[in-house]
């Protein structure tokens, strides 16, 4: 198969179709919590990651 190259245009739109597509199935997971316990390890760990963030966050603005 031909490789094809793309312009720096076409690479912008791509990179900015994958970023919503991934927003999209992120807020996906977040909403449905029995689709979150389904998920692989990695998107498990994200959601990790935040809902740790969120807590530290919360915990400097009560002290």
Not at 5 to 32: G, K, M
Not at 51 to 58: F, K
Request: aromatic fraction near 4%; hydrophobic fraction near 45%; charged fraction near 30%.
């Amino acid at each position: 198969m031909a490789r094809v190259e793309l312009t720096p245009e076409e690479n912008l739109r791509l990179l900015r179709e994958i970023e919503a597509n991934r927003a999209f199935v992120l807020l996906a997971y977040q909403s449905d919590p029995a689709l979150l316990k389904l998920a692989d390890p990695q998107i498990k760990r994200l959601f990790e990651n935040v809902h740790e963030a969120t807590r530290e966050a919360d915990d400097g603005l009560s002290a």
